[in-house]
């Protein structure tokens, strides 16, 4: 058994309000240091493979079918052994 | 004419479309369970607005795996007429019938008020009984409705005349003031290529009754009713069981 511990990031094209807002709220707190702030999703879900290699593809496909909308977002993910 | 309402769980629009449809303009009007594969023979399918599965994921994306969307598409890529409301058409851009995706509204708000929008093609099936430039009031209620594609489709809708619906003002200027959601170059609506699927924002269903005073969402309507009764061919899938309905 893999899980694998998923990533949607919106593109780097896509305006994020909900980020800006968020960075607004940081520099309320006085951390003026903080910049670029992106809100993204974390998904994990484990995945019954016989090896990484079959997890990863399964993996890659339920991101790009499913997960992640192409047109705004994209994703990236790790596969890790686990019970 | 017959048309067919999906209700998705979380639909919320479903009985206003079916009480537009058959209260206000005297059609036949059924409604399709996301579960059931069956079209029951209807001339055009509504997908209505709400929050499909609880808008889970993105709006949208989870409504597209329904049995009844398999069989909308099929209806769509055989020239049924399909209109996506609000969420409708988030399902249709998620479902891949349009292009584009709808982002949050740049304010960030949930946004539920009276718009205007500028009828761009007044020769489509669902607006030849507006006419071209139009300024049409219907209201709009949502917290995604901030219309986005890449520049090359961009181009390609503009070329095409398939932005069919453009916020304005009431001169039907269309300003960043008009823009209840930041959508680009003030997009309200489209239509797919083949001009039997629109999707839009505002909704017209809300806009038909004459006790509410506004009834311009009529026009939407009898622009389908209009076109279905002249005789353009309108395309049911050929399904075993059911004989084809011919215009």
């Known amino acids: ?83 | 004419m017959k048309f067919g309402v999906v209700v998705f769980p979380g639909s919320n629009c479903d009985h206003d479309a079916w009480y537009a449809c058959s209260k206000i303009m005297e059609q036949d009007a059924v409604f399709l369970w996301h579960k059931e594969a069956d079209l029951k023979g209807v001339d055009a399918v509504i997908l209505p607005g709400g929050f499909a599965y609880g808008d889970y994921l993105r709006c949208g994306a989870i409504a597209r795996f329904s049995p009844v969307m398999k069989e909308v598409a099929r209806f769509a890529s055989s020239g049924g007429p399909v209109l996506g409301i609000c969420n409708g058409f988030q399902v249709l851009l998620e479902a891949g019938l349009l292009p584009g995706v709808l982002l949050r509204n740049s304010s960030l708000r949930f946004v539920c008020k009276y718009i205007r929008i500028r009828v761009e093609n007044a020769a489509t099936r669902f607006t030849q009984r507006c006419v071209p430039g139009e300024v049409l009031s219907l209201p709009v209620a949502h917290g995604e409705g901030n219309y986005f594609t890449d520049p090359a489709t961009l181009e390609r809708l503009e070329g095409d005349g398939r932005i069919v619906f453009r916020y304005c003002d009431a001169a039907g200027a269309v300003t960043r003031e008009a823009n209840p959601n930041g959508s680009l170059a003030g997009i309200a609506g489209i239509i797919n290529e083949a001009g039997n699927v629109l999707g839009m924002m505002p909704h017209p269903e809300r806009a038909v009754d004459p006790v509410l005073r506004n009834t311009d969402g009529q026009k939407l309507f009898a622009s389908l009713i209009g076109s279905f009764l002249s005789g353009e061919p309108v395309l049911v899938p050929a399904r075993p069981g059911h004989d084809a309905v011919a215009g």
């Open chain 1, 1 to 83: 058994m893999y899980i694998a511990r998923i990533r949607v990031t919106l593109r780097p094209s896509i305006l994020d309000p909900q980020g800006k807002a968020v960075q607004h709220a940081i520099a309320s707190l006085g951390a003026g240091a903080v910049s670029d702030v992106r809100i993204g999703k974390y998904i994990e879900a484990k995945i019954d493979a016989k090896n990484e290699a079959d997890a990863r593809r399964t993996a890659e496909e339920v991101c790009r079918k499913l997960l992640a909308n192409p047109v705004m977002e994209d994703y990236s993910f790790d596969i890790a052994g686990t019970e």
